[in-house]
Nanobody, 115 residues
Framework: QVQLVESGGGLVQPGGSLRLSCAAS????????MGWYRQAPGNQREFVAG???????NYADSVKGRFTISRDNAKNTVYLQMNSLKPEDTAVYYC?????????WGQGTQVTVSS
């Protein structure tokens, strides 16, 4: 069993920055690939960024160069640093992992980019 809890969302102006955190339970965290997804009203949930257990990363083209995913295995936490935020980044952001062929999701945290 894996429990995920996101935090760090909020309201920010265009061009601003925000850092999201996802705290995970369990001693197996260091073996898991982690990802960030987002979903805006009326849209499909989309992949944002991922990090594997070896530390390698990948990003959606829409956020490449602006967002950075990282992990701290000692703290069982994955982060998403978001810079140069745009209104189109507005969405609920979810943390995700897969364990024993089951997808685990956090409750989501709202990010709103508006002037």
């Amino acid at each position: 069993q894996v429990q995920l809890v996101e935090s760090g969302g909020g309201l920010v102006q265009p061009g601003g920055s925000l850092r999201l955190s996802c705290a995970a339970s369990g001693s197996i965290f260091r073996f898991l690939a982690m990802g960030w997804y987002r979903q805006a009203p009326g849209n499909q949930r989309e992949f944002v960024a991922g990090i594997r257990n070896d530390g390698s990363t990948n990003y959606a083209d829409s956020v490449k160069g602006r967002f950075t995913i990282s992990r701290d295995n000692a703290k069982n936490t994955v982060y998403l640093q978001m810079n140069s935020l745009k209104p189109e980044d507005t969405a609920v952001y979810y943390c995700n992992t897969r364990y024993d062929l089951y997808d685990y999701w956090g409750q989501g945290t709202q990010v709103t980019v508006s002037s």
